[in-house]
T-cell receptor
Framework: NAGVTQTPKFQVLKTGQSMTLQCAQD?????MSWYRQDPGMGLRLIHY???????DQGEVPNGYNVSRSTTEDFPLRLLSAAPSQTSVYFC??????????FGEGSRLTVL | AQSVTQLGSHVSVSEGALVLLRCNYS??????LFWYVQYPNQGLQLLLKYTSAATLVKGINGFEAEFKKSETSFHLTKPSAHMSDAAEYFC?????????????FGTGTRLTIIP
């Protein structure tokens, strides 16, 4: 059972470039979410989804887009990367009223 | 608004010694409190949670935490540290039980075990 799979694990971008962080889960969870982890700041919620076709903003959504076309996938898009988006990104999923299951993270550096 | 404060960004203990990781919370409503562990190059994993059923909560891998309302604390302990406990630990607070992405996380405590 793969759980929550994130790709890529590492990425280096130049300012202004765009990219998509992929997240897939094979547990048939309705709820999926993206967090960023920065030194000295813990995890902060970027966007989340309560089901296919439904997304909402978290605490720090600016500069990020999401969509949820299938139950399994929840990609996070950076349209124009900025150095402030250098971070470790975690995707998570859960059942309704269930605990969060996290992926292994994607480390992004924006130069 | 809710917040958590983890005292000590780095804690080192000898193998076999007591582990104590501190977490204090602030909440205007009865809180739900969580401890997560992050092993190197892995995602976060739930250790235990407090949901008002019992003030002493036992989790996985021999860890436990005690909710003390008077001290607004939820410290994590383990009687005897093992090398495999080396990881980063996060305390989190929510106004809801499971089924909620909107956790407020602390800044984390990195635990090092000295052989």
């Amino acid at each position: 059972n793969a759980g929550v799979t994130q790709t890529p694990k590492f990425q280096v971008l130049k300012t202004g470039q765009s990219m998509t962080l992929q997240c897939a889960q094979d547990m048939n969870h309705e709820y999926m979410s993206w967090y960023r982890q920065d030194p000295g700041m813990g995890l902060r919620l970027i966007h989340y989804s309560v089901g296919a076709g439904i997304t909402d903003q978290g605490e720090v959504p600016n500069g990020y887009n999401v969509s949820r076309s299938t139950t399994e996938d929840f990609p996070l898009r950076l349209l124009s990367a900025a150095p402030s988006q250098t971070s470790v990104y975690f995707c998570a999923s859960r059942q309704e009223a269930g605990e969060l299951f996290f992926g292994e993270g994607s480390r992004l550096t924006v130069l | 608004a809710q917040s958590v404060t983890q005292l000590g960004s780095h804690v080192s203990v000898s193998e076999g010694a007591l582990v104590l990781l501190r977490c204090n919370y602030s909440s205007s409503v009865p809180p739900y409190l969580f401890w997560y562990v992050q092993y190197p190059n892995q995602g976060l994993q739930l250790l235990l949670k407090y949901t008002s059923a019992a003030t002493l909560v036992k989790g996985i891998n021999g860890f436990e935490a005690e909710f003390k309302k008077s001290e607004t604390s939820f410290h994590l302990t383990k009687p005897s540290a093992h090398m495999s406990d080396a990881a980063e630990y996060f305390c989190a607070v929510s106004d809801q039980d499971f089924g909620n992405e909107k956790l407020t996380f602390g800044t984390g405590t990195r635990l090092t075990i000295i052989p």
